[in-house]
């Protein structure tokens, strides 16, 4: 994998346990101090939060290989992590996901159009997901 498809996987996964953190986090506010929880919802954010720093350390390791890559002057500069997509097997996943909700929902529901939605934006990303991987092809 390139730097920037490791840089927007890292980053993805940051996200997703910056989101975790806060919710424990929430959580563990709302604990009284003789909770049976607290100090094991405690190790938990310790545990998580040792590993966002382990992740920001890769991506600022990342971020400086693909700032090389872009002033080099060799070629075409990287895109932004926004701009690189997930990684194809991801976006499948997720796919598959939406289209069992979407099966699994009453015909015209809410949640049946939320789902077909996401369907059809899944179908575009993992077809840019598609076409970025080709054109980075040697």
């Known amino acids: 994998m390139d730097a920037s498809r490791e840089l927007r996987a890292s980053s993805d996964a940051l996200l997703d346990d910056l989101a975790l953190l806060a919710g424990l986090e929430q959580e563990k506010r709302t604990l009284s101090p003789e909770s049976p929880r ?6 938990e954010i310790e545990r998580l939060a040792a590993r966002v720093l382990g992740q920001s350390r890769r991506q600022r390791s990342l971020s400086e290989v693909i700032t090389d890559q872009a002033s080099d002057g060799t070629g075409k500069p ?12 991801l976006i499948l996943a997720d796919w598959r996901d939406a289209e069992r909700r979407m099966a699994e929902a009453t015909p015209g529901s809410r949640p049946a159009l939320d789902a077909e939605a996401e369907v059809d934006r899944l179908r575009e ?9 080709r054109q980075r092809r040697p």
């Open 38 to 43: 607290l100090v094991s919802l405690a190790e």
């Open 78 to 89: 990287p895109p932004s992590i926004e701009a690189t997509p997930r990684e194809i097997h």
């Open 125 to 133: 990303e993992y077809r840019a997901a598609h076409e970025y991987a």
